[in-house]
């Protein structure tokens, strides 16, 4: 990854054959709009550590890191995506704290969400990991 980026991760939460999605209600162009939940790797902290800290931040939530899909995608000019598959470590159900909604979703509806376009190159290794 280019040094000058910044990376952020996101988490493809998989429980029962489904995948954790959340929609946005900001910036207003990214409002309504679906993606992995995570954030920024903050200096000094490695993309698995930053994934677990940015779950229990938005979705009050602990998870474990056990693979990664796939390549990398670019969020504008500043900013590089990494995308891990993740299950949750304990009892109780994630809570949309930064987000309006979200949903499990099975492999046959990932389609039925508008997902954001750096999430979206993602989906077909997500399909596999699915069985779709």
């Not at 939460?13 to 995570?38: C, D, H, Q, S």
């Not at 993740?86 to 809570?95: F, I, K, N, R």
Request: with cysteine; glycine share 10%.
């Amino acid at each position: 990854m280019d040094a000058a980026r910044i990376a952020v991760v996101g988490a493809a939460i998989v429980r029962g054959g489904r995948v954790l999605t959340a929609r946005r209600t900001t910036p207003p162009e990214a409002a309504g709009r679906w993606e992995f939940p995570g954030g920024k790797v903050e200096p000094g902290e490695s993309p698995q550590a930053a994934l677990v800290r940015e779950i229990r931040e938005e979705l009050g939530c602990a998870v474990e890191v056990t693979g990664w899909l796939p390549g990398e995608v670019p969020i504008g000019e500043r900013h590089v995506l990494t995308v891990a598959l993740a299950v949750l470590t304990e009892d109780g159900d994630p809570d949309a704290r930064e987000h309006d909604e979200i949903r499990w979703l099975t492999v046959a509806e990932l389609d039925d969400v508008d997902w954001l376009e750096p999430d979206r190159p993602f989906l077909p290794h997500l399909r596999a990991v699915l069985g779709g």
